[in-house]
T-cell receptor
Framework: AQSVAQPEDQVNVAEGNPLTVKCTYS??????LFWYVQYPNRGLQFLLK??????LVKGSYGFEAEFNKSQTSFHLKKPSALVSDSALYFC?????????????FGIGTKLQVIP | SAVISQKPSRDICQRGTSLTIQCQVD?????MFWYRQQPGQSLTLIAT?????????ESGFVIDKFPISRPNLTFSTLTVSNMSPEDSSIYLC???????????FGSGTQLSVL
């Protein structure tokens, strides 16, 4: 069975500082990994994904994530946080097996950027 | 991309009643997904809805409680039946258009059961 762990319920960072939201995963084979963001009173939006290739993937709004196979991690990062980045962030994983594989989400990490 | 219209956006319901949530997509998609998002918990997949066949339910979810319709490739409904306060949650519709390898979500339905 596949799973995702987001060890921090909440991350607080000052505006302008770099931010990291942590994610580790467990899945058989090579994973498909995703980050989604949920702004207040809105549905989830796709940020970025890793399927294959370069371990550092870039996504929307200046976010990036680094795939680390040995540590089974896929941490979300941004060099300089904005107050508007405050939201709920979900890491997700899907296995690469044949046919459609369902997506498993983490519990979510609330990011609070302090002005 | 895919634009999803989901309604109602929120509702307050009485115990024992049912609520039907509608999801309309602006393009044809093979599979549509229904998720539940409870406070402090991850998104949980309820079922996958394919056009022309019965929905596939995940462990812990049954058709009698969460009947789903998928009459065509752009529309689906989820009914929450015989509601109890434990059904209070956000319900999300989602699709993955062919070739996109990512999910698109509706804005969600905030359900409160009294």
């Amino acid at each position: 069975a596949q799973s995702v762990a987001q060890p921090e319920d909440q991350v607080n960072v000052a505006e302008g500082n770099p931010l990291t939201v942590k994610c580790t995963y467990s899945v058989s084979g090579n994973p498909y990994l995703f980050w989604y963001v949920q702004y207040p009173n809105r549905g989830l939006q796709f940020l970025l994904k890793y399927i294959t290739g370069d371990n550092l993937v870039k996504g929307s709004y200046g976010f990036e994530a680094e795939f680390n196979k040995s540590q089974t991690s896929f941490h979300l990062k941004k060099p300089s946080a904005l107050v508007s980045d405050s939201a709920l962030y979900f890491c997700a994983v899907r296995g690469p097996l044949g046919g459609y594989q369902k997506v498993t989400f983490g519990i979510g990490t609330k990011l609070q950027v302090i002005p | 991309s895919a634009v999803i219209s989901q309604k109602p956006s929120r509702d307050i319901c009485q115990r024992g009643t049912s609520l039907t949530i509608q999801c309309q997509v602006d393009s044809q998609v093979t599979m549509m997904f229904w998720y539940r998002q409870q406070p402090g918990q991850s998104l949980t997949l309820i079922a996958t809805a394919n056009q022309g066949s019965e929905a596939t339910y995940e462990s812990g979810f049954v058709i009698d409680k969460f009947p789903i319709s998928r009459p065509n490739l752009t529309f689906s409904t989820l009914t929450v039946s015989n509601m109890s306060p434990e059904d209070s949650s956000i319900y999300l519709c989602s699709v993955e258009p062919d070739g996109h390898e990512k999910l698109f979500f509706g804005s969600g339905t905030q359900l409160s059961v009294l």
